[in-house]
């Protein structure tokens, strides 16, 4: 018996291997899922929010230097002077904030960071030519990253017990260091 010899149809040689097609969507989905996970807003949960009767959601995180601004006396004093309850919420606060921050006096964290490399850093209020320094150095890396300049702005996350004037040299760092744009976080008023 002889051999059959199989034909191929015209509509095989019209046909496309879809495989390396099928590679790139993925490898693209897997590169907009990690820069989208990069720029969420890192929330420090020491921080209480203030409550504002109508907040607004931030609509895109892309271009926030995230800055907290702690109240660490008011925080201690709760410690203290506070009901059973609120004291163990500020107990967890606090050691969440000496592990966050590698700082045993808390009372030197008035502002907490998350720089862009992931490391946490604190500056004490006396710390106001480093913080500003640190909006600077975070401002030339979101430059780099290719983030438009009117979208660079400072997200501040004030403690709703935290002194005013502590919120004020955020404002006034983020002026020197070019920023003019500042969103403050804040929670729905509870009802």
């Given at each position: 018996?002889?051999?059959?010899?199989?034909?191929?149809?015209?509509?095989?040689?019209?046909?496309?291997?879809?495989?390396?097609?099928?590679?790139?969507?993925?490898?693209?989905?897997?590169?907009?899922?990690?820069?989208?996970?990069?720029?969420?807003?890192?929330?420090?949960?020491?921080?209480?929010?203030?409550?504002?009767?109508?907040?607004?959601?931030?609509?895109?995180?892309?271009?926030?230097?995230?800055?907290?601004?702690?109240?660490?006396?008011?925080?201690?004093?709760?410690?203290?002077?506070?009901?059973?309850?609120?004291?163990?919420?500020?107990?967890?606060?606090?050691?969440?904030?000496?592990?966050?921050?590698?700082?045993?006096?808390?009372?030197?964290?008035?502002?907490?960071?998350?720089?862009?490399?992931?490391?946490?850093?604190?500056?004490?209020?006396?710390?106001?030519?480093?913080?500003?320094?640190?909006?600077?150095?975070?401002?030339?890396?979101?430059?780099?990253?290719?983030?438009?300049?009117?979208?660079?702005?400072?997200?501040?996350?004030?403690?709703?017990?935290?002194?005013?004037?502590?919120?004020?040299?955020?404002?006034?760092?983020?002026?020197?260091?070019?920023?003019?744009?500042?969103?403050?976080?804040n929670v729905p008023a509870k009802k």
């Amino acid at each position: 018996m002889g051999k059959k010899k199989v034909q191929q149809s015209d509509d095989d040689y019209g046909k496309l291997d879809m495989s390396s097609m099928i590679d790139c969507c993925f490898l693209l989905l897997i590169f907009f899922i990690v820069n989208a996970t990069a720029l969420t807003v890192s929330k420090d949960p020491s921080v209480t929010m203030p409550q504002a009767t109508k907040p607004t959601d931030l609509e895109d995180a892309k271009g926030c230097i995230v800055v907290n601004v702690f109240a660490p006396a008011k925080m201690l004093e709760t410690v203290q002077n506070g009901s059973t309850q609120d004291k163990k919420n500020e107990e967890a606060r606090i050691r969440k904030m000496k592990e966050s921050y590698k700082c045993q006096d808390i009372t030197k964290i008035i502002f907490g960071v998350k720089t862009s490399a992931g490391e946490m850093k604190f500056f004490s209020a006396d710390g106001l030519k480093d913080l500003e320094a640190f909006i600077k150095d975070e401002k030339k890396a979101m430059e780099t990253m290719k983030v438009e300049a009117k979208q660079i702005r400072i997200y501040v996350r004030a403690d709703a017990r935290a002194d005013w004037r502590y919120t004020h040299m955020v404002i006034a760092a983020a002026n020197n260091a070019g920023i003019s744009d500042i969103v403050f976080g804040n929670v729905p008023a509870k009802k």
